[in-house]
């Protein structure tokens, strides 16, 4: 399992106190979802994807802890699919904060948040612009936003010579490919199928967000899972984790 040794949720309470003793003031708190994911990969795919992509970046930081991802997430838009869960706005939100002050009274002075569904992305901004100013002695950083995410897609599909529309953000090529280099035992690739390929704009999103996922795409899917494989999950990995790590360098460079 990628970094393991890293997430806190597989260490004992005196090796938790003395990585934080040692200098480790970071946790990085993965925001997932449970939720529809095509007729080929499972309900906790970005719970999956959350964790490998936090421990890739705990890693590249070498200050970090891996906190257990929140889930369910904001799935309204994927609740006509069997199995989906989904919480209240209120609910979401209440959760994050309570996981921020349980790790404020440990001593972690830097949270990142990785947001790896993305209907939670646009309210963890909203989140992290209320704890600046509720917990102003602590540092609130956002590792990975819809805009980023889309240019991710955008610019490996075209190095890959893939159809527009491939990697089309939910149980894509993209998270297909994820799946295949983390977890690979969850994936049945048999089972997968073309879904709404095109361009993952904001605007698709949005239209999802406002009619659901099946309003777009009958059987959950945006782009075409038919291309992934576990080469092109590690390229996907690798520049995601990338893109994250420099964004972080260059927030807290003044520091």
Known sequence: MIGERLQLRYMSWPDIREKIDSGFD?????L????????????????????GLSCGLAERLGNALVSPTIIPGLSEHHMVLAGSLSLRPDTFKAVVEDYVQS??????????????????????????DDFKIKFQDSVFLNALTLDRLIA??????????????????????????????????????????????????????????????????????????????EELGKKFFEAAVEVMYQYILEQTKEE
């Open 26 to 30: 970071t946790v990085i708190i993965s």
């Open 103 to 128: 790790y404020l009274r440990h001593g972690f002075k830097k949270f990142i948040f990785l947001a790896s569904h993305g209907g939670n992305m646009d309210t963890t901004i909203k989140l992290i």
């Open 32 to 51: 997932g979802a449970m939720e529809q994911h095509g007729l080929h990969l499972p309900e906790c795919t970005d719970e999956t994807i959350g964790i």
């Open 152 to 229: 991710i897609l955008s610019r490996i599909e075209k190095e890959s010579s893939m159809p527009i529309g491939s990697c089309g953000g939910h149980a894509c090529a993209f998270e297909t490919s994820l799946m295949l280099y983390l977890a690979p035992a969850y994936v049945r690739m048999d089972k997968a199928k073309p879904g709404y390929v095109g361009p993952p704009t904001r605007e698709l999103v949005e239209t999802m967000f406002k009619y659901g996922v099946t309003g777009i795409s009958e059987i959950g899917v945006l782009g075409d899972p038919t291309m992934a494989t």
